[in-house]
């Protein structure tokens, strides 16, 4: 969000540019991930500003079954996947975040535009590692199944092969509580 800050305000201040890409990034943005995803963040930055945008992610796995390329859908897809975004409707405020699956490129199911997810549970265990200095550091790491999520959300179609593509934006309030809410105030 910072750079696309600094390129909308001082890099590109005389020469604005009519679309923000972020990414694509080594790990998925979705479900509740994209409250704290910077390539989120900073296309959301970008449709703030008033720049159309879209967050790129790749999902990626280890281990048997994951693709060889870790790029390999999104290498495939990519170009296509955007185009496809820019042929949508973008009123302002809105952004397009797009995940790419673990798969090799001929494996993708599709492309679906579908609803953020949220996941079951806590989304990240600790590790704790202790250092030579003494101290203890501690590296997160997905607890949660992408396929805990509701179907047909991010999360699970991204984890079924699917190339998702989300509309979203930045207002998180929820509307459906201010009521009651101010109604508890007084």
């Not at 975040?97 to 989304?123: I, K, W």
């Not at 790491?141 to 092969?161: I, K, M, P, V």
Request: net charge negative; glycine share 10%.
């Amino acid at each position: 969000a910072d750079c696309v800050l600094i390129g909308l305000r001082k890099v590109l201040r005389d020469t604005p540019p009519d679309l923000v890409i972020s990414g694509v990034n080594r790990g998925h943005n979705v479900a509740e991930d994209v409250v704290y995803s910077g390539t989120v963040g900073a296309a959301m930055e970008g449709a703030i500003a008033g720049v159309r945008s879209i967050a790129l992610s790749q999902f990626y796995s280890r281990g048997p079954g994951a693709p060889g390329d870790l790029w390999a859908s999104a290498k495939a897809h990519g170009a296509a996947a955007v185009a496809k975004v820019m042929a949508m409707p973008c009123p302002a405020g809105v952004f397009y975040n797009v995940n790419f699956p673990a798969r090799e490129a001929d494996q993708v199911a599709g492309t679906a535009v579908c609803p953020q997810g949220l996941r079951s549970s806590a989304t990240f265990d600790l590790d704790p590692y202790p250092a030579a200095n003494g101290r203890t550091y501690h590296f997160l790491h997905h607890s949660t199944s992408n396929g805990s999520a509701e179907a047909g959300s991010d999360a699970r179609l991204a984890a079924q092969g699917w190339i998702t593509v989300t509309p979203l934006q930045a207002r998180m309030t929820a509307v459906d509580l201010l009521e009651a809410a101010a109604a508890t105030l007084g």
